[in-house]
């Protein structure tokens, strides 16, 4: 049975306290002795303008080496979103660190992924969230991006999609991988659609 994550598509801006807070908390693949950071995440739509989403972890041992776009953020303290606009279509992965370095892909599975710069000057937009017991970082994906890139129009409308978050750090000094859907075994890891939760959008007006 699939993860389900309920939120809404507010009329003009987030309501960050009506969003339900979701636990990254299925850890995969884990080191000896594990590593464990609780992490945690909003999501929520605004009609016709985007996707927004805030992610964040007490992990306070942190690792940002990586400073420029596209770079390997998964290395890093990292968090992400990985969003399918379209049933049985492509997904854009947004991939975080603390420092709002981001690495954002689309595609159909793990192989051929393809960053989204090469396919469009639209971007997803990053700003990091500091925090006294970790970190975190906000996110927005523009409409106009997920349209692009799934070849449909995307409204940000009620409905359903499917997701799914993550918290990794395959180089930090205690590696670790979580996610808030179980995503079974590696390959194919994270990038494994069949498992993405469900992301079940109602309107709620601002």
Same mark, same amino acid.
């Given at each position: ?6 939120? %809404? ?36 739509? !605004? ?9 964040? +972890? *007490? ?11 596209? *770079?390997?953020?998964?290395?890093? +303290? ?15 992965? !947004? ?6 370095? %981001? ?33 975190? !970082? ?61 992301? *079940? ?6």
């Amino acid at each position: 049975m699939s993860t389900v994550y309920q939120s %809404f598509s507010f009329t003009t801006a987030p309501i960050w306290d009506r969003v339900p807070v979701g636990a990254i908390g299925h850890y995969h693949w884990e080191t000896d002795p594990p590593c464990r950071p609780k992490s945690f995440f909003q999501l929520c739509f !605004v009609k016709n303008k985007g996707v927004f989403a805030r992610l964040w +972890s *007490d992990e306070t041992n942190l690792r940002a080496v990586c400073t420029n776009r596209d *770079d390997p953020v998964w290395e890093d +303290s990292c968090l992400e979103c990985f969003l399918q606009p379209v049933p049985g279509g492509g997904y854009l992965n !947004v991939e975080m660190n603390p420092r709002g370095v %981001f690495l954002a892909q689309w595609g159909f599975g793990r192989e051929d992924r393809v960053f989204t710069r090469a396919l469009t000057d639209l971007s997803p937009a990053v700003t990091p969230l500091p925090r006294k017991d970790g970190w975190g !970082v906000e996110l927005f994906v523009p409409c106009e991006l997920l349209s692009v890139l799934a070849e449909a129009p995307f409204h940000a409308g009620a409905g359903q999609y499917r997701f799914c978050c993550f918290k990794c750090g395959d180089k930090t000094a205690h590696p670790h991988f979580a996610s808030f859907a179980p995503m079974g075994e590696n390959p194919p890891g994270f990038h494994n659609p069949a498992h993405f939760a469900i992301l *079940d959008i109602r309107e709620e007006k601002a």
